[in-house]
């Protein structure tokens, strides 16, 4: 006899084999999952946010924006590279389309002028402004179902999260 499926003889009496059951959901495989959809959420809509101002930017090089406002005096490539925890090299990409936009700008360190440092531009700043209006934008999009104290709660819980993070090291899968 035939097996309807495969269109080949199937031996007499027996059954292919039922497929093994799935596992149960493992509930922080899940809450992993729903991270990153939300994560992907609000870049999606700080996204839209920065097309609509027409600010052409990369997720990377707002990173590297923000890690230049944020250092004290103006960073050195290498200092940038260690808080943004990447090779200096993507460093120097980032700088090199940043000082395009007329976002950056490099100059040499007055004590040692072999070191460049990175500062932003008046650009740069404006820049920043709009990151962080849409950002604010995106957050508000995708927090508005929630009330104030389920967003005080959900704020502690990231934190805890966030804080947990810094020197411990990762597991493996």
């Known amino acids: 006899m035939d097996s309807p ?5 199937s031996a007499a009496g027996h059954e292919p084999p039922a497929p093994a059951p799935l596992p149960a959901p493992d509930p922080d495989g899940v809450l992993a999952e729903q991270l990153l959809r939300l ?9 839209r946010q920065l097309e609509s101002a027409e600010v052409a930017i990369t997720p990377a090089q707002s990173r590297l924006l923000r890690a230049v406002a944020h250092h004290e ?15 200096p090299r993507a460093i120097t990409s980032l700088v090199d ?16 002028r072999r070191v460049v440092r990175i500062e932003l531009t008046e650009a740069g700043r404006e820049t920043l402004r709009t990151l ?12 508005a179902p929630l009330t104030k104290e389920q967003r005080e709660v959900l704020g502690g819980l990231l934190s805890t999260l966030v804080d947990g993070i810094d020197g411990v090291p990762e597991r493996g899968c």
């Open 5 to 9: 499926a495969s269109g080949l003889p």
């Open 39 to 47: 994560t992907r959420r609000i870049h999606r809509s700080q996204k």
């Open 73 to 87: 005096g103006a960073p050195r490539m290498a200092d940038l590279a260690a808080r943004l925890e990447v090779v």
């Open 97 to 112: 389309g940043l000082e395009a936009g007329g976002r950056v700008r490099r100059v040499a360190d007055p004590a040692n």
């Open 132 to 143: 962080r209006g849409a950002r604010r934008a995106a957050a508000e999009d995708v927090l």
